[in-house]
């Protein structure tokens, strides 16, 4: 489903409000974790599981690590 947002500004942060039939149709209360990840087409929110913020997190610091290993098998 396709829906545009109005971002606000929220202190020093920038928020997007999620319409109320969108956030009950994805089981979203006030309160609960997401996460966001940054793709090439934009900006994709899951649901937070532990586990994959983990993985995510150990995949972050190896792309680093290994930064220039992975240019070289990239070409």
């Known amino acids: 489903m396709l829906r545009e ?3 606000r ?3 020093g942060s920038i ?3 999620l ?3 969108m956030a ?3 089981h979203l209360r006030a309160g609960d ?3 966001a990840v940054e793709t090439d ?3 994709l929110l899951s649901p937070y599981d532990p586990e994959v913020g983990e993985g995510l997190s150990h995949a972050t610091r190896a792309a680093r690590e290994y930064r220039d290993a992975l ?3 990239a070409r």
């Open 71 to 73: 240019r070289a098998l």
């Open 5 to 7: 947002l109005t971002l």
């Open 41 to 43: 087409r934009g900006i």
């Open 33 to 35: 974790r997401v996460l």
């Open 24 to 26: 009950d149709r994805l």
């Open 19 to 21: 319409p109320k039939d």
């Open 15 to 17: 928020s997007a409000t």
């Open 9 to 11: 500004k929220a202190g």
